[in-house]
């Protein structure tokens, strides 16, 4: 083969670009302007990639409530560190609605909610609860904290993975977290003040029941099925002002006493329909 033939298969035809003053092609001005039906905007695209304020926003506010529950366990504030993870539970309650009823469900809002609420309902009750008294413990203390923190993760994990509706599988990281949160504020409104070695092992007792209740397979109801937009007897209204009334007595014990029954109605759900069971073979 001669050069010049050689020559002319190395040509590449130029093609010339038309472009703008702000350095875009003439084809993204056509994009922009959305002239082609078949291709998206750049500005449909640029509102694809965004994410929704609203829900993401309440999200954050239970993010920062977990955090300020670390911090203020690790300071001694224990009875600010409860509200606080209480504070996240309500907010992580909100979010997951207002997504719902304002049609701005994603997937990054759901990764985003799982995330806030292993800090919220994972590490920050196992931090108070360790700052509180399970150190005093040793190891022991730290292997409790830390079953719980896994049990939470291992909860959520599932709970992305298989999604619960109509009820829960295993205890709800929140209901798990609130029966931490209103033994400590129990134990401080009471003035138990600094607790012993038997106070902190029925606290790490508590915290190692509270996590593998959450990866246990008990079915527990699902606030799901509570809807707002129903309309109710009037009888229902007047029994939540008497138990708001009630929970002002005593806020903690209260609390307490609701978080425990939750979490226990899902073993003795499951005895019962055993029972049952077997009474229908006999």
Request: glycine letters at 10%; hydrophobic letters at 50%.
């Amino acid at each position: 083969m001669s050069d010049r033939e050689d020559k002319s298969l190395r040509v590449v035809p130029e093609v010339e670009e038309y472009a703008d003053p702000d350095g875009d092609s003439a084809t993204a001005e056509h994009d922009e302007e959305g002239d082609d039906p078949g291709q998206m905007s750049r500005r449909e695209r640029f509102r694809k990639r965004g994410i929704y304020l609203l829900p993401n926003l309440i999200t954050t506010g239970a993010l920062f409530a977990g955090f300020y529950a670390i911090v203020a366990g690790m300071n001694g504030n224990f009875v600010a560190a409860s509200l606080a993870i209480f504070v996240a539970g309500a907010l992580d309650t909100a979010d997951g609605r207002v997504a719902r009823l304002t049609n701005t469900e994603s997937q990054f809002g759901a990764e985003y909610d799982s995330l806030s609420d292993m800090v919220a309902f994972g590490v920050a009750p196992a931090l108070v609860a360790f700052s509180w008294g399970l150190s005093s413990l040793g190891q022991l203390g730290w292997v409790a904290t830390f079953v719980y923190m896994a049990c939470a993760a291992l909860r959520l994990a599932r709970f992305n993975t298989k999604g619960d509706n109509a009820s829960f599988t295993g205890l709800a990281s929140p209901s798990a977290a609130a029966i931490i949160a209103c033994s400590i504020w129990a134990w401080v409104e009471y003035g138990g003040g600094v607790p012993g070695l038997v106070g902190s092992g029925i606290m790490a007792a508590i915290t190692i029941l509270a996590g593998l209740l959450m990866v246990s397979n008990f079915t527990y109801f699902s606030p799901k099925l509570i809807n707002f937009k129903d309309r109710v007897p009037f009888v229902t209204l007047v029994f939540v002002v008497l138990g708001f009334s009630i929970l002002m007595i005593d806020p903690p014990t209260v609390l307490l006493f609701l978080a425990i029954t939750y979490a226990f109605s899902g073993p003795v759900l499951y005895v019962w329909k055993r029972t049952r069971r077997r009474n229908l073979k006999a």
